[in-house]
């Protein structure tokens, strides 16, 4: 792209290239390849709680039910429905909307870097072009979003659609009206509108150039015009659907509230200690998803000799790319600034946890690295060589994590699973909190609790008709007053505690689902809380979730060992069973995040001491007498800590973690006093 004489804004160096031109660079190569890749790889389950929403929209468009949510995305929804007359599975569906939007995006920016490379026709402008389409189409979160049952992809291809057909526009020697860009960009904003930024900046900045220059104002009322009846074509019925105008526009500033307050900087800030600590912990975030989104590897651990190479290969085409750009053309200008203006709405507005939402930026990236390696003409074989290694080295480090997303159910799907194979739907109640969608589509035939709108009197309902089981997903995001609802005031015990895990790379949201199923003792053998041989919990193996009950997040690595941080509330609960009633030594290895932390040892509700914890792993001891173990069967200990303290608030911890965490445990030992240790 260059600069426009009369105008001084971003269009391409030449006119609309003659078609023969283009078959001549191929630009249908990268699209073709693309389409194959990304349709082999669609992904075999509905992986996000916005995808399952997305699939019942497709049967019933309701706003008012978060089918799907405000601002309602009906252009993608009804894309999906042309589709679905073919296809009958939503999953299916919906993947493969993603992925012929994947490809056709990728033919977008081919024409797009074709227009980049600077001079007449010929070399520079294929290799930008296509290396362009190649560095964008085989990122790993565009080769992954093209798989998903969601709109960015498409949404995406609205956008730069959107741009190129603005573009071409004004390239015409004569000054007409933008019809079919303005039409195609209303329509747009109905497939997904938080995309519209760069389209935005585009537009006005064109309209103003032209108030300056003082040209006719005629074609941008015709293009208005035409911008506002394709915003018609799907506010209007819209609209009826939602029974008015108000009655849409209260919705979506509901929506908006509620992602301002749990997504952006405004709504870190209400809850941070400082302004300091939330635009550390945002920073942090950020370049660990952009790591993410752009090498399949980000900054948080593991990390390793692996993830440093792939920094410094991201590095050696990155930088190159940018610092032997056009830096004097306004073209590298409005690159840059299409791109630090898509990280800004990201970094402020938006959640930072989500690799698909930094797509929008991968295209100015591309088109900017592509359009400075083009000015290296010595020697020869360069240009050969990183349009056939950049591009292999993408697939090599991408193909793993899209393989498991065509292969591995999503870690929602693989729990609602196991449900419908162990437990019967009339005698089990789901509670969810992030994966309530899939088990609203997967467990239809099962009660359901919502976390986020927990009805303790239902749910009590529920258990009056007879409920044996109760099926927790998302058990770590539960409240303590909810749990309270759940376990029956704490009569009910874990039956089973299990972890579904896939990739966070795959899919960072629901990367990881653990599943607590609780039933009444009374159906709990006496011998399934009965002690290992050696009397030692293993604290985040498979076996541990049957004796743990209140404040224990999931398995994780601390410090290099597997365990348990306890936490959510003070007090971390163990039960388990005795065959023979005597002084025990209840042994523990502990780390303690907040510094000077101390536990009370608490059994079947009588102290029996306290502890101080290090902040590094440690051992400790404490006697159990006879007399307070024998008052209960199942007896149930208590770790009763002094302090919770989310990582986040702690300066210099260099974490976004938000969970309020006490203490991590590794094992816990009971033994008769007087024998030695295990």
């Known amino acids: 792209m260059s600069i426009s004489p009369e105008s001084g804004i971003l269009v391409p160096m030449m006119t609309i290239p003659r078609h023969s031109r283009l078959a001549r660079c191929g630009p249908l ?33 309701d706003l008012r039910l978060q089918q799907p949510q405000p601002p309602g995305f009906p252009v993608y929804v009804a894309m999906a429905r042309l589709l679905q007359r073919r296809i009958h599975s939503p999953t299916l569906t919906l993947t493969t909307l993603s992925a012929i939007s994947g490809a056709l995006s990728v033919g977008v920016v081919g024409l797009l870097g074709y227009h980049t490379g600077a001079g007449k026709f010929g070399r520079t402008n294929c290799f930008t072009g296509a290396l362009a389409a190649l560095l964008f189409g085989l990122a790993p979160v565009t080769w992954l979003t093209s798989g998903k049952a969601l709109s960015d992809m498409p949404g995406l291809l609205w956008t730069l659609l959107s741009l190129w057909l603005w573009i071409l526009w004004r390239t015409r020697p004569d000054y007409r009206p933008p019809y079919l860009a303005a039409l195609v960009t209303g329509i747009g904003l109905g497939v997904r509108p938080q995309n519209a930024l760069p389209i935005a900046m585009w537009v006005i900045g064109t309209l103003l150039t032209d108030l300056v220059r003082r040209r006719s104002m005629r074609p941008w009322l015709i293009g208005a015009a035409f911008g506002i009846l394709g915003i018609l074509v799907w506010l209007v019925p819209l609209v009826q659907i939602m029974g008015g105008v108000s009655d849409y526009m209260n919705s979506v500033r509901a929506h908006a509230a509620h992602v301002s307050r749990a997504d952006s900087l405004a709504g870190m800030l209400s809850t941070s200690a400082s302004l300091a600590v939330a635009l550390r912990g945002r920073a942090m975030a950020l370049l660990d ?114 393989a498991s997303l065509s292969q591995i159910p999503a870690p929602p799907s693989q729990a609602t699973a196991y449900i419908q194979a162990h437990y019967p739907s009339g005698e089990t109640l789901v509670a969810a909190a992030g994966s309530f969608r899939a088990a609203q589509v997967e467990l239809a035939d099962y009660p359901l609790a919502y976390m986020y709108r927990f009805d303790a009197g239902q749910v009590e309902q529920r258990f009056d008709l007879g409920l044996q089981y109760v099926a927790i997903l998302d058990r770590d995001q539960f409240s303590p007053v909810a749990l309270h609802t759940l376990t029956r005031q704490g009569s009910w015990i ?56 209140q404040g224990w997040f999931r398995p994780e690595e601390v410090g290099g060992v597997v365990g348990r941080w306890g936490g959510q509330t003070i007090t971390s609960t163990v039960r388990f069973s005795l065959i023979q009633s005597t002084d025990l030594t209840l042994r ?58 989310a990582p986040a608030t702690v300066a210099g911890s260099g974490s976004s973690d938000m969970r309020e965490i006490s203490s991590a445990y590794d094992w816990l030992c009971l033994n008769p006093e007087g024998t030695p240790a295990p």
């Open 289 to 402: 998803t952009l790591l993410i989104a752009l090498i399949s590897d980000g900054i948080q651990p593991p990390s390793g000799p692996v993830s440093l190479w792939r920094v410094l290969a991201l590095a050696g085409v990155v930088v190159p790319g940018v610092l032997l750009a056009n830096w004097r053309a306004r073209a590298t200008h409005h690159l840059a600034l299409w791109f630090v203006a898509v990280v800004a709405q990201t970094f402020f507005f938006e959640t930072l946890d989500r690799p698909r939402l930094f797509l929008p930026l991968v295209p100015p990236l591309a088109l900017l690295v592509a359009a400075g390696w083009s000015r290296i003409r010595s020697p020869r074989f360069l240009q050969m060589a990183v349009l056939a290694l950049v591009p292999l080295g993408l697939v090599l480090q991408s193909l793993p994590h899209v």
């Open 29 to 61: 190569i990268p699209l073709t390849v693309t389409l194959l890749l990304y349709m082999a790889f669609r992904s075999i389950s509905l992986d996000d709680f916005d995808s399952y929403s997305f699939a019942l929209a497709l049967e019933r468009f």
């Open 494 to 549: 874990t039956l089973e505690d299990l972890t579904f895990t896939r990739d966070r790379r795959v899919h960072t949201q629901h990367d990881q689902v653990r599943l607590q199923v609780l039933t009444s003792p009374d159906r709990v053998p006496t011998s399934a809380l009965l002690l290992p041989e050696d009397g030692c919990i293993d604290i985040g193996s498979d076996e541990d979730g049957r004796y743990l009950g």
């Open 588 to 645: 523990m290895r502990a780390l303690a995040f907040p510094a000077n932390q101390r536990v009370a040892v608490r059994v079947n509700g009588s102290l029996v001491g306290t502890l101080d914890q290090a902040q590094d792993w440690t051992e400790m001891t404490i006697s159990l007498p006879h007399s307070v173990l024998a008052t209960a069967q199942p007896a149930v200990l208590e770790l009763i800590h002094d302090n919770l303290t």
